[in-house]
């Protein structure tokens, strides 16, 4: 006899997961402490969305699956939010979540939903098993199908008397899933590619996160160094070749787009990050070139399928550098090369002046040259030995250029779609990943590494009692919360100016500029007592001087730690992002006004 928990349990363990994230609930309690008995980590959120976000992490960070475990009915709903989150990014996410009696169907039963027809169109595949026996192959089917092909997101639902029964069930030791078959290019398509490559005038490389998913490092910087082709990474795509390589472009990224006649896009799809690959951004007559596991994705937006190749994108950057073998592009006194160094210059001049700018508050730039700094002097940059989460729009739009990547899979985002409230989920997935013992990350060498949390402070309230989380498993992530009062922006420069705007708003009185406004937040609202109250290090600061002793003391400390960074509301300031133009070409708007 066996009990459905420990049967679910089992066969998650017989695949090889050692971390489960989740909040646990009736009736699926039981399978986390399950699994605690069976030697798998189970990591209790205060959230299932934090839980979920954490999950989707760990799955692109270690390359399998990540297990998030949730309640029926309202946990499921929360549950949800992760799930597009895992399809837009391709990372492979289990979800495991309870669900009413089967015998008391159509009854108004505890939180019952019909989670198969909710989840089936937004999941690769969504299951239930019939009979307890149908459990381990059904968990198994959903882990392969969760890893297979290309990444996302696949669902079990568990009726409670499952969970809950003892069954006289045979034991079903299952195989783990140590190898995911990867497609090779046709010799000929390879060839093609390559004679295109070489005609270019301007050629370019586009690095995504999807060639970080793959481990394809090694085989990218082969092709970078051997070849001397441009190359621009995207957000989570830094780090594959190093930012500090000379070939390195991504502060010309607009004129690098806009200027190249071929394209080679290795793990990324051309999507709103890369302007669908399509006019006024890029060059009209480019070639794209892209480089997918999944065929449906070539020639979308901008590629040309002609060109584009289906494979693994290590297996094909293989193929590409033998096909290529000696050559290389001779286009440095090119018009596009030298129009590519002088607007990197420009650019870097530019970001260096902002970082400079003394003033208190500090504006973003500022604040994150004196972290960064202090940072780098602490720690070794080119060993990798820092991760760092960033989400708020111009907390994650600025320091993506501040910070820069030696190593892939360092630095995580809202990502593809472009989802707030992740960031302190994804922390704790970093640290589960790299730091927990037999960790199943690769980053760099493989020594310990520290979190580091970069929120803007709209984007932290989303999942800010994570921090007690943290604080309960002992990570010691520093978190840096930049407090600008409101999101993108705050109201006011001064604490008397914003209640008298907040005593317009209770009392209604809020005529044109008088109250406060939709992006709003609390006036350098007390962040870092979070951490105080959850056995971590809270800390205020508002000067230079302030950062940087803050930073250090938080990258020494031992627990969790919140830095509240009171930084310039930048009142005046339309609001944008970078990376981002949701007006269409023939209706744009004035930024920042409603």
């Known amino acids: 006899m066996i009990y459905g928990a420990k ?35 189970f990591i209790s959120f205060r959230n299932e969305q934090a839980a979920v976000y954490a999950a989707t ?138 004679e295109v490559l070489k005609t270019a005038k301007a050629p370019l490389v586009v690095i995504g996160k999807g060639a970080a998913y793959a481990r394809a490092e090694r085989q990218i910087m082969a092709l970078i160094d051997r070849t001397g082709i441009p190359f621009v990474p995207t957000p989570m795509g830094k780090g594959v070749v190093p930012d500090s390589s000379p070939h390195n472009f991504s502060a010309a990224r607009s004129t690098a787009l806009k200027g190249s006649d071929v394209v080679l896009v290795l793990g990324a799809k051309l999507n709103w990050i890369l302007s669908f690959g399509l006019p006024p951004k890029w060059n009209p007559a480019v070639k794209i070139i892209q480089v997918d596991t999944c065929a449906d994705e070539l020639g979308k937006n901008g590629g040309d399928s002609s060109l584009s190749l289906v494979g693994d994108v290590t297996l094909v950057v ?72 960033s989400e708020g729009a111009n907390a994650m739009d600025i320091s993506r250029s501040i910070f820069t990547m030696e190593h892939p899979r360092m630095r995580l985002d809202a990502g593809t779609y472009a989802t707030m409230g992740v960031g302190l989920g994804y922390a704790v997935a970093a640290y589960a990943a790299y730091n927990f013992p037999e960790p199943e990350g690769s980053a760099g060498s493989h020594s310990r590494k520290k979190i ?97 002793q803050a930073t250090k003391r938080g990258f020494e400390a031992r627990v969790p730690v919140v830095i509240n960074v009171i930084i310039d509301p930048q009142a005046d300031l339309p609001m944008d992002f970078s990376w981002l133009d949701m007006a269409p070409p023939s209706q744009k708007m004035q930024r920042g006004k409603l």
Not at 94 to 108: I, P, R
Not at 328 to 333: D, I, K, L, V
């Open 318 to 389: 293989d193929q590409l550098i033998s096909q290529l073998g000696d050559w290389r592009w001779q286009g440095q006194s090119s018009i596009f090369y030298r129009n590519l160094q002088t607007a990197k210059s420009r650019n870097e001049d530019k970001a260096v002046k902002k970082a400079m700018v003394n003033k208190v508050p500090m504006p973003f730039e500022r604040a994150f040259e004196i972290v960064k700094n202090e940072l780098n002097s602490l720690s070794r940059p080119e060993d990798g030995d820092i991760v760092y989460v």
């Open 452 to 548: 580091v949390a970069i929120e803007g402070d709209s984007a932290f309230g989303f999942s800010a009692m994570e921090v007690e989380t943290m604080a309960r498993f002992q990570m010691d992530v520093l978190i840096f919360v930049m407090n600008n009062s409101g999101l993108y922006r705050g109201d006011t420069e001064t604490a008397e100016k914003w209640d008298e705007r907040r005593r317009n708003t209770v009392a209604g009185t809020t005529t044109e500029g008088k109250g406060l406004t939709a992006w709003s937040l609390g006036y350098q609202t007390d962040y870092q007592k979070i951490a105080e109250l959850a056995g971590g290090i809270g800390i205020l600061a508002r000067t230079p001087d302030e950062l940087k």
């Open 57 to 194: 992490a760990y799955g692109y960070l270690t390359g399998k699956p990540g297990v998030c475990v949730s309640v029926g009915g309202p946990g499921v709903f929360h549950v949800m939010a992760g799930i597009p989150h895992a399809t837009a990014n391709s990372w492979p996410l289990l979800v495991l979540a309870g669900s009413s009696e089967t015998h008391n169907a159509n009854k108004d039963a505890f939180q019952e939903m019909d989670a198969i027809s909710l989840l089936s169109p937004h999941t690769k595949l969504a299951l239930r098993p019939p009979y307890p026996e149908m459990i381990p192959k059904f968990v198994k089917d959903a882990y392969r199908t969760a890893i297979f092909g290309r990444p996302g997101p696949a669902f079990v639902d568990l009726p409670a008397n499952l969970i809950l029964g003892t069954y006289d069930v045979q034991r079903q030791k299952l195989s783990p899933v140590t190898e995911v078959p990867q497609p090779n290019s046709p010799g000929s398509r390879i060839r093609d590619v390559v």
């Open 7 to 41: 049967l679910i349990a089992q066969a998650l363990h017989d695949l090889g997961v050692k971390v489960i994230f989740g909040l646990p609930g009736l009736p699926v309690t039981d399978i986390a402490q399950e699994g605690l008995y069976l030697g798998i980590r």
